[in-house]
Each structure stands twice: as structure tokens, then as C-alpha cells.
């Protein structure tokens, strides 16, 4: 029997997703909102279109999706606040500068207000601080959240104290992967070897640990050629004695694929072709109906 079918058998006897979520798109932001949500932008390439979506984090029901502004390409999320999601405009398509402000309401994705003079800064409470650029001269304002009123106009000292307070709340806790290193992780070499000792030519390996159970993201040369860089990326889950899951996340790529991987609570989370999320529940252990939620 092929390994892959192997594994495939194996993964389905041990260990399943608790949700999947399948975008219409790629999945090209995902960040986590208050009341374990995410919230996520999906964009078509082909048809220069992003839209917005919200679901919960532990089920992976949806809240909302298929939300669309008017803008339908240059656009995307800027940052969560409370229960309001904030969006930009891009200043010029081929320009990274942000313009524009838009906020919705988290739990239904309805728009609150939006403010076409002003560049989002950061949030701070009850409050966005925003500038605005006119003949040249730069202007400060705090900014009602809720309801996109101007409460009044500060200087750049004042915003510069209220950034630093700001930035220094911690935000949603999400857990990354860290490199592995061979002989330095000394716990881990052993087991993370075996594991891997079936695959060939492995350029770099990640991992989360989140109580008994281990997630690996790593990538492997596919090319006879050593000097074509062409890999695909795996996705393993090890309770340290055996496999408990195994697929591709990306196949055929020429560079490593970055936030494929990562965890908050007691659950990690994979990104599968960048359009597939899979959550599981690595607080429970065991396997689940592996649903997709759309």
C-alpha cells in the first residue's frame, strides 16, 4: 500500500478536524476577534474581488461571509477593535499606503460608519486615533469607535503616548510555530526524527506543542534537481508515540509558505492551500466528524 494511502487510512482512524472551512477564495487575512471569532478576508485573483467573512473559533460556525463593499479589490482589514472590525482603501492600486476608513459591526458585519478623509493610526478603548494629510501638513484625531464622530482634534506628542500605551496591552494570544532545530531541541530531536525519517531532503521544520500532542509544518524537495527549489509542505500531529494525522498543505511551491500553522487555546489550526481551515482540538485528543462548516 502506497505510504500516502496509508496515512490517509491512519488519519482517519485516530484523528479528524473538528471543523473545516473551505473559502471561496484565498484566504488572505485571518485574524482573531473578541468572542473567540475569527475574522477573514477571502479574495478572488481571477476577479479582482475580496470579501469578508466571520466564524467562530472552536465550531467553526458561521457568523457572516460574502460581505463586499463597494471598493471590490483594494481593500482589506486594518484591525479589530472590541466588537468592531475597521477596513482600508489603498491610496493608489499600486501603492501600499492606506486610505479610507470603513467599520463594521463584529457580530453581524453590518457597517457602522465609514470616513473617506481620514488613515487609520491605531485604536486605543472606546477610540481609533486617525491623521489626516492636507497641504502637506499632517492632522491628528481621536475618533468615537462606535460611531465614527471626530470627539476632537490631538497633536503628534499626544498620539505618540497614546500609541505607546496602546501597543503595549497585550493582544489576542495566538501561539506560532517555532523552528526546529537539530541538537538544540534536545527533547524533541528524537522524536521528531523518527517521524520524519520517511521523507527525503527536508528543508525546514516548525513546531507547536500544545499539551500532550505535537504539530509539525515542514517542507520537502520534490525536484531530482537540487538546484530547482520545489517542495511541498506536510502537515503532521504526533502524541509522541505514533502519527495521528498527515497530509499536504501545499504542493509544488517554490518558496516556504509562511502562517500555515499556528494556535490559540486549545486549538491549532492549519491552512491548507491557502483556502482550506482546519481546526483541531488538541485539548480533547481524539477524533471528531471533521465537518465543513459552509
Request: proline share 5%.
Amino acid at each position: 500500500m502506497p505510504v500516502t494511502r496509508w496515512l490517509t487510512g491512519f488519519r482517519r482512524k485516530w484523528l479528524e478536524p473538528s471543523w473545516v472551512f473551505s473559502a471561496q477564495g484565498m484566504i488572505w487575512r485571518l485574524l482573531p476577534a473578541p468572542g473567540k471569532r475569527f475574522v477573514g478576508e477571502e479574495r478572488d485573483v481571477n476577479q479582482k474581488s475580496a470579501s469578508f467573512f466571520c466564524i467562530e473559533q472552536e465550531t467553526g460556525r458561521i457568523q457572516w461571509r460574502n460581505l463586499e463593499l463597494q471598493e471590490p479589490w483594494w481593500i482589506g482589514i486594518e484591525a479589530i477593535q472590541k466588537d468592531v472590525v475597521l477596513l482600508h482603501e489603498y491610496a493608489m492600486p499600486d501603492l501600499p499606503d492606506h486610505k479610507k476608513i470603513h467599520a463594521l459591526e463584529l457580530s453581524s458585519g453590518r457597517v457602522l460608519w465609514k470616513n473617506e478623509e481620514l488613515r487609520y493610526l491605531f485604536a486605543y478603548q472606546e477610540s481609533i486615533y486617525a491623521a489626516e494629510l492636507r497641504h502637506e501638513d499632517t492632522y491628528y484625531y481621536e475618533v468615537d469607535l462606535m460611531s465614527g464622530e471626530i470627539t476632537r482634534a490631538v497633536d503628534a506628542a499626544y498620539v505618540a503616548t497614546i500609541r505607546e500605551i496602546a501597543f503595549s496591552h497585550d493582544a489576542e494570544p495566538v501561539d506560532f510555530p517555532v523552528p526546529f532545530r537539530r541538537g538544540a531541541d534536545e527533547d524533541l530531536s528524537p522524536m521528531i526524527e523518527q517521524l520524519t525519517k520517511r521523507e527525503n531532503r527536508i528543508e525546514s521544520i516548525e513546531y507547536l506543542r500544545k499539551g500532550d500532542l505535537l504539530a509539525l509544518c515542514y517542507h520537502t524537495a520534490v525536484s531530482p534537481d537540487p538546484a530547482q527549489r520545489v517542495m511541498d509542505q506536510h502537515f503532521m500531529i504526533s502524541d509522541g508515540r505514533r502519527m495521528l494525522y498527515h497530509e499536504l498543505l501545499n504542493e509544488r511551491v517554490q518558496n516556504a509558505v509562511p502562517d500555515s500553522l499556528f494556535g490559540i487555546g486549545d486549538f491549532v489550526y492549519s491552512i491548507k492551500g491557502k483556502r482550506v481551515l482546519q481546526a483541531f482540538n488538541f485539548g480533547k485528543g481524539a477524533r471528531t466528524d471533521g465537518q465543513d462548516k459552509n
